[in-house]
């Protein structure tokens, strides 16, 4: 029972450089989700995917672009990766928007970018 | 603004004691609070919920109670085990269903 899956597990850019990160599910969750978390920090949204067909800004959307390829995919690009970004970034999905009450969000096991 | 707050970064506690991570909110449309536990090198993994119209919830040794006049809310490990050493993100959700996660606090339980 996989989860939540993220590729790569680790990267290292150089600024300016393009990067995809990759997340599926094989729970057959509606919503699914990008997060970012920096040293001593939360959980940040930057986007989220409600139901395929659509996505919508979190709380940090500014730099990235999403797309939610189907049900079970859900991708994260940096177009000109900054300094800035680097982060650990963790993907998640849950049956419902939010992932309240006895259907929380699934995390995958994040992807650690570093950009030089 | 931050409108869930975790203001303790870090408690350290004996095993077999009970361990009491706190969590602060400001927005009263929250409509569920969730306690996640994330060890390192993993995504964080649900641990357990409250709604807003409960006051506890619990779960073999966790207990989550929440104060709605006092947004607050904590999270009770009774009695403590060393396995539970990890970082506790409290959450909350609103009734359109958007998410937002605290700082987290480091839980250490000494053997």
């Known amino acids: 029972n996989a989860g939540v899956t993220q590729t790569p597990k680790f990267q290292v850019l150089k600024t300016g450089q393009s990067m995809t990160l990759q997340c599926a599910q094989d729970?057959?969750?509606?919503?699914m989700y990008w997060y970012r978390q920096d040293p001593g920090m939360g959980l940040r949204l930057i986007y989220y995917?409600?139901?395929?067909?659509?996505?919508d800004k979190g709380e940090v959307p500014n730099g990235y672009n999403v797309s939610r390829l189907n049900k079970r995919e859900f991708s994260l690009r940096l177009e000109s990766a900054a300094p800035s970004q680097t982060s650990v970034y963790f993907c998640?999905?849950?049956?419902?928007?939010?992932?309240?009450?006895?259907?929380?969000?699934?995390f995958g096991d994040g992807t650690r970018l570093s950009i030089l | 603004d931050q409108q869930v707050k975790q203001n303790s970064p870090s408690l350290s506690v004996q095993e077999g004691r009970i361990s009491i991570l706190n969590c602060d909110y400001t927005?009263?449309?929250?409509?569920?609070f969730l306690w996640y536990k994330k060890y390192p090198a993993e995504g964080p993994t649900f641990l357990i919920s409250?709604?807003?119209?409960?006051d506890k919830n619990e779960d073999g040794r966790f207990t989550v109670f929440l104060n709605k006049s006092a947004k607050h809310l904590s999270l009770h490990i009774v009695p403590s085990q060393p396995g539970d050493s990890a970082v506790y993100f409290c959450?909350?959700?609103?009734?359109?269903?958007?998410?937002?996660f605290g700082d987290g606090t480091t839980l250490t339980v000494k053997p």
């Open positions: 998640a999905s849950s049956e419902i928007q939010g992932g309240a009450g006895d259907q929380p969000q699934h």
């Open positions: 729970m057959n969750h509606n919503s």
């Open positions: 995917s409600a139901s395929e067909g659509t996505t």
């Open positions: 927005n009263s449309m929250f409509d569920y």
């Open positions: 409250i709604s807003s119209i409960k």
């Open positions: 959450a909350a959700i609103t009734n359109a269903g958007k998410s937002t």
